[in-house]
């Protein structure tokens, strides 16, 4: 856990992008109502996104892979729980925490996150002999316990997102994972997992990991590959982008709940503590909106391990600028 102390220097946003939903149709509605950006012109649907949608001196097909690696890794997380421990002030800005005033309720909330690991469990061990956090034996998905059926095979998916998006256990138990969600008013590709708990979180950094559960071998090793590829790319891109001039910054997220959008800009200010300069906040131009909280802040210029807590987008300021949450890189420029 962060110590308060420790995060003087960070600057936090005044208004979160949680979005608050009653249904489908009020998601839709949300979405062609924005008045922060109407018509979401510079929101790029990801089956869409090319090239193009680059700055002209970012424009080689490894940083294009590299995005929709990076969006097929990215979920939208429905919350249908308020914890009753969600606090009354921001532990750093001292300003109302979002969704104090419904704790205890089944209030929906829309946001993003980011698939960072898959674990495998066999008969409650990990690939190391590392006995289950929970003790757990046996996949406790819904289909498992609905069916009665006792697989001692399963995997769990890690999801990263922001602290005031998925607060504590009680919200992850809560939260449907949908996957794959590419393009408005077609599931047929979705997959929806759902949440069991909170590994890690951290209200001083905005910061949270929770985790789904399946039993469904094909898209446990299709998530692998997927991570894998981002293994893969991200020392390349990394190279390529560390001493350029530009400050590309791309964010892929669920704007309002709707399928993923992209987003480019470019960061604008990096603050980082006296006593690891590998811990940081970055401010950034990209184009967001309510239900992007979560998303992961992708710089090329970085080297993210994937196991790392990265950045992750947690709001804006007084002045309307981005910011992400406080985050672990391994900065270049």
């Known amino acids: ?32 109502e924005c008045a922060k950006n109407p018509g979401h012109v510079n929101f790029v649907p990801i089956k869409d996104f090319n090239l193009n949608h680059l700055p002209e001196d970012c424009r080689d097909e490894e940083l294009e892979h590299m995005v929709k690696c990076l969006a097929a890794q990215t979920v939208k997380l429905q919350i249908g729980w308020v914890s009753h421990e969600r606090p009354m002030c921001d532990p750093i800005t001292e300003s109302k925490y979002p969704f104090y005033d419904k704790r205890g309720s089944r209030s929906i909330r829309l946001g993003t996150g980011r698939i960072r690991r898959v674990a495998k469990f066999v008969k409650g061990e990990d690939k190391y002999g590392m006995s289950h956090y929970l003790q757990l034996h046996y996949c406790p998905c819904e289909k498992c316990v609905s069916s009665g059926e006792r697989r001692d095979v399963w995997w769990e998916i890690q999801i990263l997102t922001a602290r005031h998006v998925v607060y504590d256990n009680s919200e992850a138990e809560c939260t449907s994972c949908v996957l794959f969600y590419d393009e408005d008013g077609d599931s047929n590709g979705n997959v929806v997992l759902k949440g069991i708990y909170a590994v890690y979180s951290d209200s001083l950094r905005d910061s949270c990991e929770m985790t789904c559960i399946t039993c469904d071998q094909a898209l446990a090793e299709r998530l692998e590959r997927l991570l894998g590829e981002y293994d893969r790319l991200k020392e390349s891109v990394h190279a390529k ?93």
């Open 1 to 32: 856990m962060s110590d308060k102390n420790s995060l003087d220097w960070a600057r936090f946003p005044a208004q979160h992008e949680l979005e608050e939903s009653e249904s489908e149709a009020d998601v839709s509605r949300r979405f062609y």
């Open 241 to 333: 982008y560390k001493h350029r001039d530009g400050k590309l910054t791309i964010i892929i997220s669920h704007p309002h709940g709707m399928s993923k959008r992209v987003t480019v800009g470019s960061w604008q200010e990096r603050s980082s503590g006296a006593s690891d300069k590998n811990v940081s906040q970055l401010s950034y131009s990209n184009n967001t909106c309510p239900g992007s909280s979560g998303a992961l802040v992708y710089i090329p210029g970085l080297v993210y391990s994937r196991l790392y807590y990265h950045h992750v987008h947690s709001g804006c300021d007084d002045n309307g600028i981005s910011r992400s949450g406080i985050g672990e890189e391994e900065f270049s420029y």
